[in-house]
């Protein structure tokens, strides 16, 4: 009987082991592919008998996306990445000082409405994108800011912004209040025991939530689309739109344009994932 239990145990394993890795196999293939069409010469690209594995890698065409020269000389990729980087870390400074007030009031002071405007702020977040648009494309051309990267880092912050501050808010209410009212009985200010006491602590949840709205608006789409139409400004999101243009698109340069726009947010992730379970965890805790 236990022999049996045991080889049950084991073909439950097996299974679940199988199905894991199909799944990541499934999951993982389309980034495979990608890089290994960056890698792959254009004519072997769009036949039919194209091997799925590494053989010959050609980085030529990284090199003409990276320099504007052939086939991507109408590209302009440094400056797409320099925007890119400009419009995100600017928006999510801007978002993660902001949320970080807010969440902190929210999560220590008591005022009326005070868990109704929490409420709003999520509500604010799960607007669709494509529904804002419209409206924030006429207040930017009524701001004289269309067509510039300070119209791309005002409307970031609006879906930045709601979510940051619930994060935050969330993040803070599972720090312990006695540790800021200690300090204050040893003498500190309000503003002391936030910068000494709880900053240092709140590092985790500040560290995901800048993550977050680094990777939201490095990605976004709509936004760059509706407001900025000179190629000089444009972000990576859409820089590279450009070279896909039917029959005669160079898909490894579109890959190989694909692959170095994402190294960024995959750097970020390397860099900064210790604080990120622990930010996200505890910043995910509804109270």
């Known amino acids: 009987m236990a022999i049996g239990m045991r080889k049950q145990k084991l073909i439950k394993n097996i299974a679940f082991y199988f199905f894991l890795i199909l ?6 293939f389309p980034i495979y592919w990608m890089i290994k069409c960056s890698f792959t010469d254009v004519d072997q690209i769009m036949t039919r008998d194209v091997s799925l594995a590494m053989t010959e890698l050609d980085p030529s065409a990284y090199a003409q996306v990276w320099t504007g020269t052939g086939f991507a000389s109408q590209l302009q990729f440094k400056a797409y990445m320099a925007n890119s980087f400009i419009v995100v870390l600017v928006s999510s400074g801007i978002s993660i000082v902001l949320a970080t007030l807010a969440g902190y009031s929210l999560s220590r002071f008591r005022y009326k409405h005070r868990n109704g405007i929490s409420q ?6 799960m607007f669709p994108q494509m529904l804002l648009t ?9 701001m004289g800011l269309y067509n510039s990267l300070w119209s791309l880092i005002i409307v970031y912050c609006t879906f930045s912004l709601p979510y940051s501050i619930w994060m935050m808010r969330s ?17 500190c200010t309000r503003i002391g025991a936030i910068r000494r006491i709880m900053m240092p602590l709140a590092l985790p949840g500040i560290v995901a939530t800048i993550t977050y709205t680094f990777v939201l608006g490095w990605s976004n789409v709509i936004y760059p689309l509706a407001f900025i139409t000179d190629e000089s400004k444009k972000l990576v999101s859409i820089g590279f739109n450009s070279l896909v243009s039917g029959d005669m698109t160079p898909w490894n340069g579109v ?3 694909a692959v170095l726009s994402a190294l960024p947010v995959v750097l970020v992730f390397l860099f900064l994932q210790k604080y990120l379970v622990g930010g996200l965890a505890a910043g995910g805790v509804k109270s």
């Open 23 to 28: 799944i990541i196999c499934v999951l993982d």
């Open 255 to 257: 890959m190989a344009a």
């Open 171 to 187: 993040y803070f209410q599972t720090l312990p209040k006695e540790l800021e009212e200690a300090a204050m009985v040893d003498g």
């Open 134 to 142: 419209t409206p924030l494309l006429t207040l930017v051309i009524k």
């Open 120 to 125: 709003v702020i999520l509500y604010v977040y």
